[in-house]
């Protein structure tokens, strides 16, 4: 149980162009997903929170307009990456929180998508 | 603002071997969770242990456990009988408001044969 997924797991495009990166969790309901980045042997960086039906929450110097976070279901949450350049290039990571009534409030990861700007 | 401090970039074990990975933190919380994450080549976070910050009692998981001194706000795991599969990227974790998660920088251990 507690499976998300993430597609596509690779991508590549050119400079200009939006990506759209997908988010499920497959077997559970998830009101909370998060957004992470991650560049090569470094940490996770959070970018956003996605609340569904809500707007989602920015960290600190993550541009909204550049990285658009759609949570339309309790199970899918969407992340475009819109006018992309090179310097996007990076390893995105979502998580999808159980829902309350876990006492552990854990999150789950889905495998990552790696993306590739030219 | 909460932080999360892992000072070995790097840990290398002898299969088999005990090894121990430290992170500290600093927050003002009193409820809080804390986590070790375990992310292998394939690039999958892979939850390895979980500790709430109100339970005394150190977790323990099959061959992981931690050390969780509340008061120095030390949460160092240690690894039993390392296996080769343990090669990875570890990183701490702590859950800021039960809902942020807030990584350390990570320590990259290899298991040698």
């Known amino acids: 149980g507690a499976v998300v997924s993430q597609h596509p797991s690779w991508v590549i495009c050119k400079s200009g162009t939006s990506v759209k990166i997908e988010c499920r969790s497959l077997?559970?309901?998830?009101?909370?997903m998060f957004w992470y980045r991650q560049f090569p042997k470094q940490s996770l960086m959070l970018m956003a929170t996605?609340?569904?039906?809500?707007?989602?929450?920015?960290e600190q110097g993550v541009e909204k307009d550049k990285f658009l976070i759609n949570h339309a279901s309790l199970t899918l949450s969407t992340l475009t990456v819109t006018s992309a350049h090179p310097e996007d290039s990076s390893f995105y990571i979502c998580?999808?929180?159980?829902?309350?009534?876990?006492?552990?409030?854990?999150?789950?990861f889905g495998p990552g998508t790696r993306l590739t700007v030219t | 603002a909460q932080t999360v401090t892992q000072s070995q970039p790097e840990m290398s074990v002898q299969e088999a071997e005990t090894v121990t990975l430290s992170c500290t933190y600093d927050?003002?919380?009193?409820?809080?969770?804390l986590f070790w994450y375990k992310q292998p080549p394939s690039r999958q976070m892979i939850l390895v242990i979980r500790?709430?910050?109100?339970?005394?009692q150190n977790a323990t998981e099959n061959r992981f456990s931690v050390n969780f001194q509340k008061a120095a706000k030390s949460f160092s795991l240690k690894i039993s009988d390392s296996q080769l599969g343990d090669t990875a990227m570890y990183f701490c974790?702590?859950?800021?408001?039960?809902?942020?998660?807030?990584f350390g920088t990570g320590t990259r251990l290899q298991v040698f044969p």
């Open positions: 998580s999808a929180r159980d829902e309350p009534g876990t006492s552990s409030y854990e999150q789950y």
């Open positions: 077997d559970f309901q998830a009101t909370t």
């Open positions: 996605s609340n569904e039906g809500s707007k989602a929450t920015y």
């Open positions: 927050t003002s919380e009193n409820n809080y969770y």
């Open positions: 500790q709430e910050a109100y339970k005394q």
């Open positions: 974790a702590f859950m800021k408001l039960r809902v942020k998660l807030i």
